[in-house]
């Protein structure tokens, strides 16, 4: 089953994260300390933290930090520095109780909320970063970074109106900005807004008209309009402008993939995920090919890494649930059927797989309810699809 929904287009939400410098860095020395003045070890080590800092040398500052905060442990500035180093090493999630530590000792302060926010951000984790975004965006309402991250957040939790919102504001204050230009066009599409689809489209034509933000979101455009061939074109241009640019070998892919061309969507898949290995889309959708030619454990393996970018999408929940029963473990698919059926209960393949694992694990009652409510939702979809071509 192909999944109809392409979520939100993680490789270039986590390019933007990754991209963004560490929002905001209060430097380190006796001078910043507050309260007492600095003692000559504490100054030494302030010193080498900051010069390891500069050099790159993060592991040797994180060392100089830690030894400088057991000797002034309310220090914002040097819980800041110490989850600074920690985040270029990679160790965002260490970072953030020092980061919430500093906000502890000084509620609001700016320089903490802001590297805050972007950590959580970078962890994916949009509902902790949105309301930091939020309240720094009411006292710096002209900060672009703040803007531009705030609506990529609500991206992420599939707020587009409100994303647009945000992104718009983001634009108007960088108007030749091309990323963020696409991620608004792309809120405006998943928001059905159709003129500001346009709108942003014409902007970007007027930058570059050959970029591949201009041909991805026309190609967006054309398949949720069902226009495959105008689709298939406009990525194929987007891949001529720019190959590595997030999306573009996942929307061929899925366009192939819509026209029952496996052997050609296979490969533009694996493209994606040579560039971008969490991306979710192209993780789900190529487990849904591998499994149907018997590949069934990189097809679980593919759908836990798509469900490890977005745990509520749902045709990877399925996906794993047939995977696990294809394994010859039924009991491990309850779990992420039962969830894909939460997240919609009208999903009648994943009630009819439940019903094929209740019914390996002797539980036939329930197995039988399971397809019986497949068989009724199929009916009655049946019966309105049939209601909507009958003449008036």
């Given at each position: 089953?192909?999944?109809?929904?392409a979520?939100y287009?993680?490789?270039?939400?986590?390019?933007l994260a990754?991209?963004?410098?560490?929002?905001?860095?209060p430097g380190?020395?006796p001078?910043?300390l507050?309260?007492a003045?600095?003692t000559?070890?504490?100054?030494?080590?302030l010193?080498?933290?900051?010069?390891?800092?500069?050099r790159?040398?993060?592991?040797?500052?994180?060392k100089?930090?830690r030894?400088?905060?057991?000797?002034?442990p309310?220090?914002?500035?040097?819980?800041?520095d110490?989850?600074?180093?920690?985040?270029?090493e990679?160790?965002?999630?260490?970072?953030i109780?020092?980061?919430?530590?500093a906000?502890v000792?000084k509620?609001?302060d700016?320089t903490?909320?802001?590297?805050?926010?972007?950590?959580?951000?970078?962890?994916?984790?949009?509902?902790?970063?949105l309301?930091?975004?939020?309240?720094?965006?009411?006292r710096?309402?002209?900060?672009?970074?703040v803007?531009d991250?705030a609506?990529?957040?609500l991206f992420g939790?599939?707020?587009?109106?409100?994303a647009?919102k945000?992104?718009?504001?983001?634009?108007?204050?960088?108007?030749?900005?091309?990323?963020?230009?696409?991620?608004?066009?792309?809120?405006?599409l998943r928001?059905?807004?159709?003129k500001?689809?346009?709108?942003?489209?014409?902007r970007?034509?007027t930058i570059?008209?050959?970029s591949?933000?201009?041909?991805?979101?026309m190609?967006t455009?054309?398949d949720k309009t069902f226009?495959?061939?105008?689709?298939?074109?406009?990525y194929?241009a987007?891949e001529?402008?720019?190959?590595?640019f997030p999306?573009?070998?996942s929307?061929l892919?899925?366009i192939?993939?819509?026209?029952?061309q496996l052997?050609?969507?296979?490969?533009?898949?694996r493209e994606e995920?040579?560039?971008?290995?969490?991306?979710?889309v192209?993780?789900c959708?190529?487990?849904q090919?591998?499994?149907g030619?018997?590949?069934a454990?990189e097809?679980?393996?593919?759908?836990?890494t798509?469900?490890?970018?977005n745990?509520?999408?749902?045709?990877?929940?399925?996906?794993?649930?047939?995977?696990?029963?294809?394994l010859?473990n039924?009991?491990?698919?309850l779990?992420?059927?039962?969830?894909?059926i939460?997240?919609?209960?009208?999903?009648f393949?994943?009630?009819?797989?439940?019903?094929s694992?209740l019914?390996?694990?002797?539980?036939?009652?329930e197995?039988?309810?399971?397809?019986?409510?497949?068989?009724?939702?199929?009916?009655?979809?049946?019966?309105?699809?049939?209601?909507k071509?009958a003449?008036?």
């Amino acid at each position: 089953m192909i999944a109809r929904k392409a979520n939100y287009p993680t490789a270039l939400i986590l390019i933007l994260a990754f991209s963004a410098p560490t929002l905001c860095t209060p430097g380190t020395g006796p001078a910043l300390l507050q309260g007492a003045p600095a003692t000559p070890q504490l100054q030494l080590l302030l010193a080498e933290g900051s010069d390891a800092l500069q050099r790159g040398d993060d592991t040797a500052a994180e060392k100089a930090f830690r030894r400088a905060l057991t000797l002034e442990p309310k220090s914002i500035e040097i819980l800041n520095d110490l989850a600074i180093s920690l985040v270029k090493e990679g160790h965002l999630t260490d970072a953030i109780p020092y980061y919430r530590r500093a906000l502890v000792l000084k509620p609001g302060d700016l320089t903490t909320s802001r590297n805050l926010a972007l950590a959580y951000f970078k962890l994916q984790n949009f509902h902790q970063a949105l309301p930091l975004l939020q309240a720094l965006n009411s006292r710096q309402p002209g900060d672009f970074q703040v803007l531009d991250l705030a609506g990529l957040s609500l991206f992420g939790l599939d707020h587009y109106v409100e994303a647009a919102k945000y992104l718009e504001s983001a634009s108007r204050l960088r108007p030749s900005d091309l990323p963020t230009l696409y991620m608004l066009g792309q809120a405006y599409l998943r928001a059905a807004n159709y003129k500001g689809v346009t709108d942003v489209f014409g902007r970007i034509m007027t930058i570059d008209p050959n970029s591949a933000e201009a041909h991805v979101m026309m190609g967006t455009a054309y398949d949720k309009t069902f226009q495959q061939s105008k689709a298939l074109d406009e990525y194929q241009a987007a891949e001529r402008a720019d190959p590595n640019f997030p999306g573009v070998h996942s929307g061929l892919g899925q366009i192939y993939l819509k026209r029952g061309q496996l052997d050609s969507a296979e490969p533009e898949f694996r493209e994606e995920l040579k560039r971008f290995p969490a991306d979710a889309v192209s993780n789900c959708l190529l487990g849904q090919i591998v499994i149907g030619r018997d590949g069934a454990e990189e097809a679980r393996s593919l759908f836990l890494t798509a469900l490890a970018a977005n745990s509520r999408y749902k045709e990877a929940l399925f996906g794993l649930g047939k995977a696990e029963i294809k394994l010859g473990n039924p009991d491990k698919a309850l779990a992420p059927l039962r969830k894909a059926i939460r997240l919609d209960p009208v999903y009648f393949q994943a009630h009819y797989q439940l019903g094929s694992a209740l019914a390996l694990l002797g539980r036939h009652d329930e197995a039988k309810k399971e397809r019986e409510i497949c068989a009724t939702i199929q009916a009655k979809q049946r019966a309105e699809y049939a209601k909507k071509l009958a003449p008036q």
